[in-house]
């Protein structure tokens, strides 16, 4: 097991942990999670050694195989497939003392060398990089390609390769679903399940977590807090600990209230001294509990559009494209206002060329694409993010888009984003691909746009703005299309889905969870059928998500309900935490609570009953088909 103890970090200036420790078991999955800046990559550092504690100790087996994502793949005029052979060393290391074995002629040392290689799974190591590769998107000739002709993203995918490669008892992924789209999510949660050895993972992909994970370690206050379960267990978990954490502040500011009235009044009477400086020193040893800080610090919202003509947008008959080579055929397609789409496909199927086509960007090879009267677009993609002014300030970047608002309004505009204070008059080039994020997507709320088009808006940001950016999303008024691989914010932000596949841009009837299960069963098929048999496979599995729609509609409507009445009853039991409440004064106001609290807690379990008797009939439906 690992086993940090009193530990103290600090990185540069910047203390990150305090007297922070955590007890991590061999076997465990566990979520590492925490805003921007609060240490986890440093964490992960300090156990693989790279940083030293300030004081404290952390203990970990000495004999441990430790593999992770490296930044640094080496020899980038390699072919791919040998980088990811290199992030498994004993075979890396019986290869070479087969070579110079039999360089030697040695025929003693020969068979040693073959038997050495075959314990280290030598003969089928070939076998199993390509393995990851093919998983991690990369086809057969891809994988004999120079690495040096992968963009960054595709490197990044190299780098996961490898840290799976590697047999290791110790496993560290720092973001490793960034740059990966939705197919590749499912591919990699499947494999890290199987995964045998300690699994510590970095990441702001929810679901990802939820699918992956059994533990979360948090760092808050510059400590470790530890939660059993994946993510949405922290979060309600967390809740409930923070909601007990602002009752018990609260009553211990009103009992220093009381203990400094009392020293104050009777610290100069002899026949009271004694009682005020007991109380005196009661309080210089009363620890402190921290009110609650839990608040996301980013809100905002979507200005709203002008009213836009209808349609607002239409593809007809197009083909979208490069120079002669056409990604996508005969697509014709219409938008209206409030359309809320989701684009999926796998990575190179031609969800960025649909959506740079709708932006105006990129132009048809063939076929019409129209606009609406008065229609603004706004468009957000990762290059956008290396297009910002680099010397200039937030607030400048807004000055431009919007010149006649105050300088007030607009920082509160920014505050939203998180530029507060100087941050907000700082110049862009500093910032990280977080912030630079949050700036692009300041701009385009700012612009009030009557459709809005994001691809993968969430790359890079923390699990706080991800939460804003879905609730933002939530209340826009306009049209949306969205392409992201966080499975959250699709299903809490859009309505319905296209499909990019195959040359074609088709409706979905289904739902994120048809859908990745559908990935699942593909990935764990033998060999591909005859297309004729593909085709008629595709048929059955639309037709079966046609009917099974309405069920999974009733299910889903259940469970936003109890969604929001479980809000309520949480909202009305942080009001009991309020020890005001328990005064005579506010009984009137109790009993109402208590009183709403009952009927909603009936409301809830009537409704939870009804939302298992819609699961399980639409599992059966689902087992039938």
Same mark, same amino acid.
């Given at each position: 097991m690992i086993q940090l103890t009193d530990v103290s970090l600090r990185r540069g200036t910047a203390l990150l942990l305090e007297h922070a420790g955590a007890t991590l078991f061999h076997g465990h999955r566990i979520g590492l999670i925490g805003a921007n800046g609060s240490g986890k990559s440093s964490l992960?550092?300090?156990?693989?050694?790279?940083?030293?504690?300030?004081?404290?100790?952390?203990?970990?087996?000495?004999?441990?195989?430790?593999?992770?994502?490296?930044?640094?793949?080496?020899d980038l005029d390699r072919p791919a497939l040998e980088l990811v052979l290199d992030g498994d060393p004993r075979f890396r290391a019986a290869q070479r003392d087969v070579q110079r074995a039999e360089s030697r002629g040695d025929g003693a040392a020969i068979a040693r060398a073959h038997e050495d290689y075959r314990q280290t799974d030598g003969y089928s190591a070939a076998a199993r990089?390509?393995?990851?590769?093919s998983g991690l998107g990369f086809g057969a000739a891809d994988q004999q390609r120079p690495a040096v002709e992968f963009s960054g993203g595709w490197r990044v995918r190299l780098g996961l390769a490898r840290a799976l490669m590697c047999p290791s008892d110790l496993l560290m992924l720092d973001e490793p679903t960034n740059h990966l789209d939705l197919e590749t999510v499912v591919w990699l949660e499947h494999w890290l399940r199987g995964y045998r050895g300690t699994l510590l993972v970095i990441s702001h992909d929810r679901d990802f977590l939820d699918a992956v994970i059994g533990e979360v370690l948090h760092i808050e206050g510059r400590r470790l807090h530890h939660y059993r379960g994946g993510y949405s267990d922290f979060e309600r978990q967390r809740a409930a600990r923070l909601a007990e954490q602002q009752a018990a502040h609260e009553q211990q500011r009103q009992t220093i209230a009381r203990m400094e009235q009392f020293i104050d009044r009777f610290r100069a009477k002899a026949t009271k001294a004694r009682a005020a400086q007991s109380r005196l020193k009661a309080l210089e040893r009363m620890r402190l509990v921290a009110p609650v800080q839990a608040a996301n610090p980013f809100r905002f919202e979507f200005r709203e559009p002008e009213p836009p003509g209808n349609p607002l947008l239409t593809l007809d008959d197009a083909a979208l494209g490069y120079g002669d080579d056409a990604v996508l055929e005969a697509v014709s397609l219409q938008l209206a206002p409030g359309d809320r789409i989701g684009l999926l496909g796998a990575n190179g199927a031609g969800?960025? #060329?649909?959506? =740079?086509?709708? $932006?105006?960007?990129?132009?048809?090879?063939?076929?019409?694409?129209?606009?609406g009267n008065r229609l603004q677009i706004g468009y957000f993609a990762q290059h956008q993010l290396e297009q910002l002014d680099p010397d200039a300030s937030p607030l400048t970047h807004l000055q431009r888009l919007d010149p006649t608002a105050a300088e007030q309004q607009l920082r509160d505009f920014l505050g939203g984003?998180?530029? #507060?204070?100087? =941050?907000?008059? $700082?110049?862009?080039a500093p910032l990280s691909g977080g912030e630079k994020a949050r700036l692009v997507l300041a701009l385009l709320a700012r612009r009030?746009?009557?459709l809005l088009l994001l691809d993968e808006p969430t790359n890079h940001l923390d699990l706080d703005m991800r939460a804003a950016l879905a609730l933002a999303l939530q209340d826009y008024a306009g049209a949306l299309v969205v392409v992201s691989h966080d499975r959250h914010l699709l299903a809490t932000t859009v309505d319905s889905y296209w499909l990019v596949a195959d040359g074609r841009v088709?409706?979905?009837a289904g739902d994120l969870e048809d859908y990745r299960r559908g990935l699942e069963s593909q990935q764990q098929e033998a060999p591909c059928?005859?297309?004729?048999?593909?085709?008629?496979?595709r048929r059955r599995e639309a037709q079966r998500r046609t009917e099974l729609r309405p069920l999974r509609d009733r299910a889903a409507r259940l469970a936003a309900e109890l969604d929001r009445l479980g809000g309520e009853l949480t909202d009305i039991e942080t009001q009991l935490a309020d020890p005001e409440l328990y005064t005579p004064e506010a009984r009137p106001q109790l009993q109402e609570l208590l009183r709403r609290q009952g009927a909603l807690r009936q409301r809830c379990e009537n409704l939870e009953s009804d939302w298992v008797d819609a699961e399980e009939a639409l599992e059966a439906a689902r087992t039938q088909a």
């Open positions: 992960l550092a300090l156990l693989r050694g790279e940083l030293s504690a300030d004081t404290g100790e952390v203990a970990m087996p000495a004999d441990w195989r430790i593999a992770h994502m490296e930044q640094d793949l080496g990089a390509a393995r990851l590769l969800k960025s #060329t649909l959506i =740079r086509t709708l $932006a105006g960007s990129l132009a048809p090879l063939r076929g019409e694409r129209s606009t984003f998180g530029f #507060t204070g100087d =941050r907000a008059t $700082a110049p862009v009030a746009p009557g088709t409706p979905f059928a005859p297309s004729a048999g593909r085709r008629e496979q």
